[in-house]
Nanobody
Framework: QLVQSGPELRHPGASVKLSCKVS????????IDWVRQVPGQGLEWMGR????????NVPQKFQDRVTFTADASTGTAYVELISLRSEDTGVYYC????????WGQGTQVTVSS
């Protein structure tokens, strides 16, 4: 299973770091994808990290604001999003790549002044 960290409230311009702890399988066997759902929109893919070597694949939209990391010693993946704005408010999910057969429960991120 994938268990994510709790809800976050941030001011515009701040940063947030979310976690996703993996259990039930070997952490380094699968990449971890991060997706988000903001109000009124569908799921949006934020990128992927390979826990074996830490290599990540980030779409251009997020390249200057998102960093993915993975700690194999604890089986935990992280995503950090900087320069937050109100449009980043939404629910953030981690999922086992690429089958998306296991998902975290989601983390609510609220960006508000």
């Amino acid at each position: 299973q994938l268990v994510q960290s709790g809800p976050e409230l941030r001011h515009p311009g701040a940063s947030v770091k979310l976690s996703c702890k993996v259990s039930g399988y070997t952490f380094t066997t699968y990449a971890i994808d991060w997706v988000r759902q903001v109000p009124g929109q569908g799921l949006e893919w934020m990128g992927r990290i390979d826990p074996v070597d830490g290599q990540s694949n980030v779409p251009q939209k997020f390249q200057d604001r998102v960093t993915f990391t993975a700690d194999a010693s604890t089986g935990t993946a992280y995503v950090e999003l900087i320069s937050l704005r109100s449009e980043d408010t939404g629910v953030y999910y981690c999922a086992r790549s690429s089958a998306y057969d296991y998902w975290g429960q989601g983390t609510q991120v609220t960006v508000s002044s």
